[in-house]
């Protein structure tokens, strides 16, 4: 270990790059740490501190101890441009790529690691190989997922049960055995496919994920224990595992300014965007948008416009046109994935002059738009990110899941929390560009003007339940409150660890 460190625990974190989603929860989370007392060291490429480099320096000039360190990505051995790591989001092609590039980095990282000899790594789930490396070297690796609970343990139910095997059609739902809640009920076609054509595609990855959870010292989550309790005593009792609870960690950015960017420029300064949300009536803007990757196909793009602009509501709608999205020569010759998506003729001028809607070409500063008391609804993907940032603003939903985790997600919002309702896709879409409409126009204009005023003493109590929410989530982070317990015991058990190193020698 580092004896330069005047007796604090040196954490190394490893994020993954590129996709926002992942970056954003782990340079908040490695604030967090720095803010308690720990030394970090955030192991990633030049391009993606660039992102994050004025955060980063603010809580240094506070007397954080907090840094990068950087390697550079053999990009051209990959063709992939150089820092593309700075991009929104890039193709299936691109990713893989991406993903080999990264792997040329474990050598000098692990490399890194033998030298410094931090107390702990903290690895994203997509850097599994980390758990051997901590393994080898003998350095507690703990694992930070960028989901809840409730999506872990819907999938140790899929695992361990295999419900999805015993229905006769993708339609045909089936409850998930075992969990704290008997409500939980899917259909094959709203599950990750490696749960139902195994060892294809990501699952192979998926599996080797698991497999590091196991080797793992712990895990860390971006949750609070009052959130998903009974998920938590599931996660630790019924899976045996060992469990940090650190969230949301996005209720750390208390200045405007920290809020306002996070990991990427708004396509709208935000004075300008809160000027417009203070023009609106109190709660009234539904805010709309899915994340930093774009799912959503140019058919369904259109139709969603066609709906927000017939609900007659008031909205900010991050209508990302993909401009910002990675592909190699080849896919950019074919126009595989990237097909530009248009709003309808005359659409934009419309809604802006008359005030309806305000759209975002880019980015949005979505904690700041959330948090202000005129935001009334949040359209999302529920991305596990924007889920804990709608609780942590005290803002019900309506979820429009695509891939990945978030149809548990949006069960979670749905059916356990009850904040939320959905809009009604029901496929699980993977990055496949299947030109068809999943949500009409009319099943989106209706979940809008439902929530956003229709829904009567319905909304009025998720508005309560998730504003009761909000409370408990700011209760955990702060002070005394379950969160922040869970930082310092993580903390001081490493200290613990480190006087227990020193008396075996
Ligand atoms: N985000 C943002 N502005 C945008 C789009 C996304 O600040 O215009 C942030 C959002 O606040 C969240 C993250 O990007 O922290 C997206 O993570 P999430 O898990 O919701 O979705 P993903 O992008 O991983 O699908």
Known sequence: MDSSNDGKVEMFFLPWIVQRGHMIPAID??????????????????????????S???DQSLGHEISFHTFKLPTAEFGLPEGWENL?????????????????????????????????????????????????????????????????????????????DKVNSDAESFALPGLPDDNIVFTKSKIP???????????????????????SYGIIINSFYDLEPAYAEYFKNEMGRKLWLVGPVCLFNNAAEEKAERGEKNSIDEGTILKWLDSKQPKSVIYVSFGSQSSMVPEQFLELAHALEASGCPFIWVARDMSEYGQDEKEKKEGSENRGKKLPEGFEERVTKSGQGLILKKWAPQLLILEHANTGGFLTHSGWNSVIEGIGAGVPMITWPFIADQFFNESLVVDVLKIGIRVGNEKWSSYIWEPKVNVTREKVEAAVKWLMGGGGDEVKEMRRRVKELREKAKKAANPGGSSNADIIALINDLKSRRTICANNF
């Open 193 to 215: 496919y490696w749960f139902t054509k195994k060892g294809t595609g990501y699952g192979q990855f998926a599996d080797n994920i698991i497999e590091s959870e196991l080797k």
């Open 29 to 54: 989370t490695a604030r967090v740490f720095a803010a308690h007392g720990a030394k970090v060291t955030i192991i990633t490429t030049p391009g993606y501190a660039q992102l994050f480099q004025k």
């Open 56 to 58: 980063i320096e603010r």
């Open 88 to 164: 929104l989001a890039g193709s299936l092609g691109m990713m893989e790529k991406l993903y080999l590039a990264i792997q040329k980095l474990q050598q000098p990282i692990e490399q890194f690691i033998r030298e410094r000899r931090p107390d702990c790594i903290v690895s994203d789930m997509f850097h599994p190989w980390t758990a051997d490396v901590g393994a080898r070297l003998a350095v507690p690796r703990f694992l930070l997922y960028v989901t809840g609970l409730f999506s872990l343990c819907c999938e140790e139910s899929l695992r361990r049960y295999a419900p999805q």
